[in-house]
């Protein structure tokens, strides 16, 4: 239950900031007084990210410190076994610097004169305190990135070992059920439903429309036509020197290789993801960012590959599913992404059961 906490948590506070920016937007667009509201939504969103700031300074003068002093640690009781710290970090400074830099351009992109400058090459209003926010918003994706790196794929992959080793559960199944649902619910907050839009215009807007049968065929098609060539790609890289990562490879099994055991995994891998991913990104960004910006936030979401050729081929998936969106809606997106997850975990299920047999 702790994740799933962790997960309202997390998402509660950044549905709330887009509530609020949609009530300032309700007003503006109804030539209403939006000033005082969309400065609450800033003041707010700059507290969380100023936070982030000072705490990302501190990580990093500490790494700093400890290199300078390697006997710190013990001399404050904060090391483990052999002097080490208790939990091991690729690049203490890195995770740092991951954390401080990225609030601090978040902070940034809340200026107007940026917003502005942004406007000339985006499809953005400047004005627009919703657009001012998902701006920002796109750093929280390079923090979650910076940190999974800083921690190293490797110490990740380790620690989610032990968590299992000492009889910590998690429901995988579930916990990704809420979190694409808690992002699906951002992305309807996001373009305006609960202040400007009813649910079902908020559903238009997203791009989230009943699909007809020639593009449900179209997006099975693609969604079957993608694996075999994600995996001449995957063969590709593998001859010239860049096959799959094994620390990637651990984070991914300790991650999500309890999805690849049953029915119910497989099928939570495909739909879920269907329905959180596509909703925010394709829905909700791909109108406002444009397909090449949404296809970089969507491949940096995918911290667990770190930076690999897995996330280029994650960027290249979101070309594609930014197409399909373009071409047809979000709902064709939606059938493209959950068969191409679901062939692939259905492709491990049967090669794991063709070898226990």
Do not use: K
């Amino acid at each position: 239950m702790s994740e799933l906490f962790g997960l309202v948590v997390t998402f509660g506070p950044l549905i709330l900031i887009l509530l609020l920016a949609n009530a300032a937007e309700a007003r503006r667009q109804r030539g209403e007084e939006s000033e005082g509201l969309s400065i609450l939504t800033y003041l707010l969103l700059i507290f969380f990210l100023g936070f982030g700031v000072l705490a990302g300074l501190l990580i990093q003068v500490t790494s700093l410190l400890i290199a300078s002093q390697p006997g710190l640690l013990q001399e404050l009781g904060l090391a483990g076994s052999g002097g080490t710290p208790p939990i091991q970090f690729d690049s203490l400074g890195l995770l740092g610097l991951g954390i401080w830099l990225p609030c601090l351009v978040g902070i940034v992109l809340l200026l107007a004169p940026v917003r502005r400058l942004l406007a000339r090459i985006l499809p953005l209003d400047a004005e627009s305190p919703v657009h001012a926010v998902a701006l920002s918003y796109t750093m929280l994706v390079v923090i979650n990135l910076m940190f999974t790196l800083g921690v190293g794929l490797g110490n990740l992959a380790d620690l989610v070992a032990s968590q299992q080793v000492s009889g910590v559960q998690t429901n995988t199944i579930l916990t990704l059920w809420v979190q694409q649902g808690l992002m699906a619910a951002m992305a309807l907050v996001g373009v305006g439903w609960l202040t400007r839009l009813g649910f079902q215009e908020a559903l238009r807007r997203l791009g989230v429309v009943l699909p007809s049968r020639r593009q449900v065929a179209i997006g099975v098609g693609i969604g079957l036509l993608m694996v075999p060539v994600v995996m001449a790609l995957e063969y590709l890289s593998s001859l010239v020197g860049m096959g799959a990562d094994p620390d990637v490879e651990a984070l991914t099994e300790q991650l999500l290789g309890p999805l690849f055991r049953s029915p119910l995994g497989i099928l939570t891998l495909g739909l879920s993801a269907a329905l959180g991913e596509e909703t925010i990104f394709r829905g909700a960004l791909l109108p406002r960012f444009g397909l090449v910006l949404t296809s970089i936030i969507f491949a940096l979401l995918h911290s667990n590959y770190g930076i690999t050729v897995s996330t280029l081929i994650v960027f290249l998936l979101g070309l594609v599913l930014g197409w399909v969106r373009l071409r047809h809606n979000t709902t064709t997106a939606m059938v493209v992404h959950a068969v191409y997850n679901m062939t692939l975990g259905l492709l491990a299920y049967l090669s794991s059961s063709l070898l226990n047999f």
